[in-house]
């Protein structure tokens, strides 16, 4: 593949497999095949745009510059200028259990990266945070535009028991939100169990009040199941959608960005064996 120019290069997918004419070093490797300067690349790597495949291997992320690499090695580079320009939001450790940490993800951070990278996620900061000396393990998810409560794994057996939780349903999740509209003409106290994707769906939602002037209404759930979006597309399709979500509903535009929050995490924790609750209500504005 043809270098390209580096000040025409803002976002490209690159994949090559080394040969015994490529340099040896995984920076001068990229410099030569993209054009892009050392510094971008560098830069590209630690915030994990860039992975390597050994023979036999998987795909992981390398992040250092002077590693050695050989003849055979896949490297691939994901780059987009955009992205790798973001400044995230930080996140904020709620409890360390030792075998598993709980934390509060600010909206517009993802729990875990993509190929393009990964400083805009919860688990970079998390391995950050213990300074690269815990394994990390993702359990659950939370969308990158809301905010609240995530667990992560430090152990293959805290990741495997917590994972068992959340897909038994023996894990309460509890949100809170604000919807467009009085939701009370609908009920105060309810459920909600349009199914998705085929799926049987429950919702259920307590109204805590409701803003006249801003016709809104700031509802406490209960997630009996766990669909992608849930929350947000069942609002929706009962007609009260989420205030700011930038994907379902209308006329529920918001500068300040999604009213939802994960407020709270509950359930037996299989290694203190007692129940335990989690809670982030603390930080909700709404």
Known sequence: MKAIREENLTKCNFIKTVSSEDPSVACDFFVVHTGLSKRKIKDAMNKGAVWIKKHKGKQKRLRRATAQIIAGDEMALYYDQNILNITPPQANIIHDQKLYSVWFKPSGLLTQGTRYGDHCSLIRQAELGFKQK?????????????????????????????????????????????????????????????????????????????????????????????????????????????????????????????????????????????????????????
Do not use: W
């Open 134 to 286: 815990r394994k990390i393990f993702v359990v659950h998810r939370l969308d990158r535009e809301a905010e609240g409560l995530v667990i992560l794994a430090h152990s293959n057996d805290a990741a495997a028991k917590l994972s068992h939780l959340f897909r038994s349903g023996r894990i309460e999740k509890n949100y809170r939100t604000e919807v467009l509209g009085d939701l009370t003409r609908y009920k105060k106290q309810g459920s909600i169990d349009f199914s998705l994707g085929g799926k049987a769906s429950l919702t259920e939602f307590v109204v805590l009040s409701y803003d006249p002037q801003k016709n809104t209404s700031v509802v406490d759930i209960t997630l009996r199941t766990g669909r992608m979006h849930q929350i947000r597309r069942h609002f929706t399709m009962l007609g009260y959608p989420v205030i700011g979500d930038p994907r379902y509903g209308r006329g529920n535009k918001n500068i300040e960005g999604i009213k939802l929050t994960a407020t709270s995490l509950k359930f037996e924790c299989p290694f203190l064996k007692r129940n335990v609750c989690y809670t982030s209500r603390e930080n909700i504005l709404y």
